[in-house]
C-alpha cells in the first residue's frame, strides 16, 4: 500500500514538473517573440530611442524606482531628439506642436490605463476618470466647484493662514544669537503645513491647524500622501501594469489592502474621516439655513449645466479626496522651487522685494485685485518657478483612441501611449536658450533686455504647467492665487536668506548627468514632485 502512494507520489511530483518546465518554456517563448516583435514589427519600431526600451518596460520601471524618471526622459531628449520611444508602447514628444495635438481639445486620446491604477473607489473621480465622455460630464459638474465666486472666497483662507504662518516663521526667533535671522527653516516641511491647512479649510471646513508648534497627529499626513503616490508609481511604470489594472477589481485590491502599510490606512481613514464630517456640517448648515463659502459647498451645490445631475454622497467623497492630492504637493512644490531660487538670485530677490513694497502700503492691502494683478515682475517669478520646478516632472500619459492620430505630422495607431514631460519641456534649450537659470526675466517684454511680446507668447504656449484642454487643471485660478498671495504677503513682511553651508535641495556632482549643478533644485518623479529644503532663514524686513 505504502508503496502504491510512493509511485502515486513520485508520478504526481514528476508531472508536475513536466507542467512547470512546460509553463516556463511558453513564457519564455512568448516573452522572446514579444521582444522580437516589439523590436521589429510594432508601429513604434523606428522610433527612436533607447535599445532595451524598444521592448522591455525594465528601464522605464527602473527609474521610476529612483525617482528619476523626468532626469532619464530628459537625458533621453538629449540623445535622442524631439520624439523618444521610452517604453515598448510609448512615445514622449519635445515639439510645440505635439502637446497641442496631445492635450489640446480635438485630441483623439484618452488618459491612459495607468490613471485606474491610482483608484480605490467604487466609481473614479475626475482626475483618474479615463473615458473621455465620462471625464467630460464629471468636469462640468466640478468646474462650477471652481468659479470666479469661490476663487474669492478660496483666496480669503489664503490669506488668513499666511498671516499666521508668517508669525510662526518668525517665532522662537533669538534675534542676539543670529542677528534678527529666525532658526532655520526646512521650506518643504514649513510649505507642506501651510498649503494643508489652507486645503482643509478650503475642501473640508476645517484647518488641520498642522503649521502649529503643538503635536497634531495630522502632521504626518502631507508625508503619507507623498509615501502612497511613491509607493504605487513605480507599479504604474512597470511591465505589470496592465495586469495590476485588471486584478485591481478582480481581488487584488482586498489582498492589497490586507498588506496596505498601517500609515497608509491612516491616510485614507483620515480623508474618510475628514468629508464625513463636512458633510455633517453642510447638512447642519443646511437646517440652520447658513452656509460655509469653501470648495466642499460649491461642490455640494454644482449642477451638470447640461443634465442637472448633482454628486451622489460617493462621488463628493472621492471628489473632496482628489483635492488633497491634486492641491497640495503641486503648489508646495511650485513654492519650494521658487524659496529655493528666489534665496540664490540676488538680483530677482531684490527686484521682486522692491515691487512688491512699493506696490502696497501694509499687509493688509495685499489681497487679489487690480494692485497685485500690477505685480508683473511677481508672476513672472511664478511663471518661472512653474518651469523650472514642475509640479508632475514626468509626462501625463494619454492613449490613442481608435482611428489613431497625428502627432507633429506624424500618425500613430489606437493604443499606443503618447505624452510630453514636463520637466524636459522647461529644460528645452531651442525654446528657452539658457533653461537652467531662473531668469524671470524672460516673460517681461522689454526692450532693454530685447524680449519681445511674440518671444514671451511663443514661451508660454509653449509650455502650460496647468496642462490645455479637457482634462487641464480645475484648480488653475486657485493655484495661482495662493502663489501670488503666499508670496506677496511674505516678502512683503519678511526678508529671507540662504542658511550658509546648507545645500538641502540642490544638485551635486554625484548625483550624475543632469543633476549635477549647485544652482539647480533637484526633486523625485513620483508622478508628483517629491522635494526636499531649501533651507532658509528669515528676519522682519529691514527696509
Ligand atoms: C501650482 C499648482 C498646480 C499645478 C501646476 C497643477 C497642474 C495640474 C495638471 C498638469 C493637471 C492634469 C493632470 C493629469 O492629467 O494627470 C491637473 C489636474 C487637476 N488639478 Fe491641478 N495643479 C495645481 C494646483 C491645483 C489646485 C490648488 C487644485 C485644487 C484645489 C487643483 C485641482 C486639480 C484637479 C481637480 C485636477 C483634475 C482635472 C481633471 O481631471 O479634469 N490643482 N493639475
Known amino acids: 500500500m505504502s508503496s502504491l502512494s510512493h509511485l502515486f507520489a513520485r508520478e504526481t511530483a514528476a508531472a508536475c514538473h513536466e507542467w512547470l518546465v512546460l509553463g516556463f518554456s511558453v513564457t519564455l517563448c ?65 515639439a510645440p506642436q505635439a502637446h497641442r495635438d496631445i492635450y489640446g481639445s480635438k485630441a483623439n486620446v484618452r488618459r ?22 465620462s471625464h467630460a460630464r464629471k468636469r462640468r459638474i466640478l468646474n462650477q466647484a471652481f468659479t470666479e465666486k469661490s476663487v474669492k472666497h478660496a483666496a480669503a483662507f489664503v490669506v488668513q493662514h499666511t498671516e499666521r504662518w ?70 504604474l511604470q512597470s511591465p505589470f501594469m496592465e495586469f495590476f489594472v485588471w486584478a485591481k477589481p478582480r481581488g487584488l485590491d482586498y489582498l492589497l489592502n490586507l498588506i496596505t502599510p498601517e500609515e497608509v490606512k491612516t491616510y485614507y481613514k483620515f480623508i474618510n474621516d475628514s468629508v464625513s464630517e463636512r458633510m455633517q456640517m453642510e447638512q447642519d448648515d443646511k437646517e440652520a439655513e447658513k452656509s460655509r463659502l469653501d470648495i466642499f459647498h460649491f461642490m455640494c451645490a454644482a449642477r451638470d449645466p447640461l443634465t442637472g445631475e448633482q454628486y451622489s454622497e460617493d462621488a463628493l467623497r472621492g471628489e473632496a479626496a482628489m483635492l488633497i492630492v491634486a492641491g497640495s504637493d503641486s503648489v508646495s512644490s511650485v513654492l519650494a522651487g521658487f524659496w529655493f531660487y528666489i534665496s540664490r538670485n540676488k538680483l530677482a530677490y531684490t527686484r521682486l522685494t522692491s515691487e512688491i513694497r512699493s506696490t502696497f502700503g501694509s499687509s493688509d492691502e495685499v489681497a487679489s485685485g487690480a494692485k497685485l494683478a500690477s505685480c508683473t515682475y511677481l508672476y513672472a517669478c511664478i511663471d518661472e518657478s512653474l518651469r523650472i520646478t514642475p509640479a508632475g516632472p514626468s509626462e501625463f500619459s494619454r492613449e490613442v483612441l481608435p482611428g489613431g492620430t497625428t502627432i ?31 531668469r524671470p526675466e524672460r516673460y517681461i517684454p522689454s526692450k532693454a533686455t530685447g524680449v519681445t511680446v511674440e518671444d514671451v507668447n511663443r514661451i508660454k504656449s509653449y509650455y502650460q504647467p496647468f496642462l490645455i484642454g479637457p482634462t487641464n487643471c480645475a484648480g488653475k485660478n486657485i493655484a495661482m492665487a495662493e502663489l501670488a498671495l503666499i508670496i506677496a504677503r511674505t516678502l512683503f513682511r519678511l526678508d529671507l536668506r540662504v542658511v550658509p553651508g546648507e545645500s538641502l535641495g540642490a544638485g551635486h556632482r554625484s548625483l550624475g548627468w543632469g543633476r549635477r549643478d549647485e544652482n539647480q533644485y533637484q526633486v523625485r518623479d513620483a508622478y508628483i514632485t517629491v522635494h526636499e529644503g531649501p533651507m532658509l532663514q528669515f528676519r522682519k524686513r529691514t527696509e
Not at 53 to 78: L, T
Not at 128 to 133: G, K, R
Request: proline content about 7%; some cysteine.
Open 30 to 94: 512568448y516573452v522572446i517573440l514579444r521582444a522580437i516583435y516589439n523590436t521589429f514589427f510594432h508601429p513604434l519600431a523606428t522610433c527612436p530611442g533607447p535599445f532595451v526600451a524598444k521592448f522591455s518596460k525594465i528601464p522605464n520601471m527602473y527609474h521610476a524606482i529612483k525617482g528619476d524618471r523626468h532626469v532619464w526622459i530628459w537625458q533621453n531628449h538629449q540623445l535622442y531628439g524631439d520624439k523618444v520611444r521610452i517604453h515598448p508602447n510609448e512615445v514622449v514628444f519635445l
Open 408 to 438: 507633429n505630422g506624424e500618425y500613430f495607431p489606437e493604443g499606443v501611449v503618447v505624452g510630453c514631460s514636463q520637466w524636459a519641456m522647461g529644460r528645452n534649450e531651442q525654446i528657452f536658450g539658457d533653461p537652467t537659470r531662473f
Open 166 to 235: 508668517i508669525d510662526l516663521l518668525l517665532a522662537e526667533n533669538d534675534a542676539s544669537i543670529n542677528d534678527g535671522w529666525t532658526k532655520t527653516r526646512n521650506m518643504t516641511d514649513w510649505n507642506d503645513w501651510l498649503i494643508f491647512d489652507i486645503l482643509g479649510d478650503m475642501c473640508f471646513g476645517r484647518s488641520f491647524d498642522i503649521k502649529e508648534p503643538t503635536p497634531n497627529p495630522i502632521r504626518k499626513i502631507p508625508h503619507l500622501v507623498i509615501r502612497h503616490v511613491e509607493l504605487f508609481y513605480p507599479v
Open 112 to 133: 491612459s490605463k495607468s490613471y485606474e491604477a491610482w483608484n480605490t473607489a467604487k466609481e473614479p473621480n475626475t482626475a483618474l476618470t479615463i473615458d473621455p465622455a
